[in-house]
């Protein structure tokens, strides 16, 4: 079986699928039809390009792979202007109201997440999903075991100036890592050249969350302590060898947020 089927009685031969496909695996046949020679095939990212831009719906990917219900014959471009307001309205989320992530809602997110784009299509990141406060709450405090020790033993560290600061806000009954978020959604992979594709699908999580009436906040001081804090490292118990790549807080924004602040200028060279 060939690893994309071209279906001859509806190919039109018109070309865009070898025209689109990012890796110029997809060869025009003498008849129209276009295929996909067994020596390209290990060069296909299973993109799904060629599937989806067929005009007659005749080119289906032997590989396994998971689609939508989809068809995007009817679908309305989202307009500049309300892409625009929603993408500038995204907040940093540090204090939330008291109330559960429905795990729907979470299925919904990643469910989108999952088609955000990763290097040759690799699609390496996987997903710690830790909808409970309290365990949220157990690693924000391992953060903090981190600096407390790194404050006593007086270790070197680019942060050292503020983890005094974030033990004495723990001290004083505060999360100051967490900030007593109800969910944690943490990004990994098998190896750090997942990094980038990790912070793309994270950053997706964070645009689309909103949409849910949800809001997050990177958890950077968290990553910053699991790199280095064994226990850490331990109780994200992820399966063998793979590795933490970044994670965001989630949960029901206890504030509005009525405007927009202000950001730099673009700094833009333009040749
Ligand atoms: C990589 C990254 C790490 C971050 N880590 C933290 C963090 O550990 N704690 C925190 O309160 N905010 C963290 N933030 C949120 C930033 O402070 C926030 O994005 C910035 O102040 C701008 O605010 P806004 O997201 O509401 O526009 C992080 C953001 C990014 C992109």
Redesign the pocket.
């Known amino acids: 079986m060939s690893l994309i089927y071209f279906d001859p009685e509806k190919c039109t031969a018109c070309g865009t699928c070898s025209e689109i496909c990012p890796v110029h695996v997809i060869i025009p046949g003498e008849d129209g039809v276009p295929s996909v020679p067994p020596e390209n095939e290990p060069f296909c990212v299973r993109c799904g390009h060629c599937e989806a831009v067929c005009p007659a719906n005749a080119i289906q990917g032997n590989y396994e792979t998971f689609s939508p219900e989809n068809n995007l014959a009817d679908t309305e471009q989202i307009s500049p202007e309300v892409l625009k307001k929603y993408t500038q309205s ?3 989320i ?1 204090a939330f109201k008291d109330k559960p992530v429905e795990r729907e809602k979470l299925e919904e997110i990643l469910e989108t997440v999952r088609f955000a784009p990763s290097g040759m299509n690799v699609q390496p990141v996987k997903w710690l999903v830790i909808n409970d406060a309290g365990k949220v709450k157990k690693l924000a405090d391992l953060a903090i075991d981190w600096m407390r020790l790194m404050v006593e033993k007086d270790i070197d560290h680019p942060l050292k100036q503020i983890f005094p600061g974030l033990v004495a806000r723990r001290d004083a009954g505060l999360d100051p ?1 967490c900030y007593e978020a109800p969910c944690l959604v943490y990004a990994y992979a098998e190896n750090e050249y997942a990094y980038t594709d990790s912070i793309i699908a994270l950053s997706t999580v964070d645009l689309v969350a909103s949409s849910f009436g949800l809001g997050g ?6 990553q910053i302590a699991a790199r280095e804090y064994e226990p850490l490292k331990e109780a994200l118990d992820l399966p063998g060898g793979n590795v933490p790549q ?1 994670a965001l807080i989630i949960g029901y924004p206890k504030y509005k947020f009525w405007r927009i ?1 202000g950001r730099k200028q673009a700094d833009v060279i333009w040749r």
Request: glycine share 8%; charged share 25%.
């Open positions: 995204r907040r940093s540090r890592i906040c990177w958890a950077g001081l968290l970044y602040p």
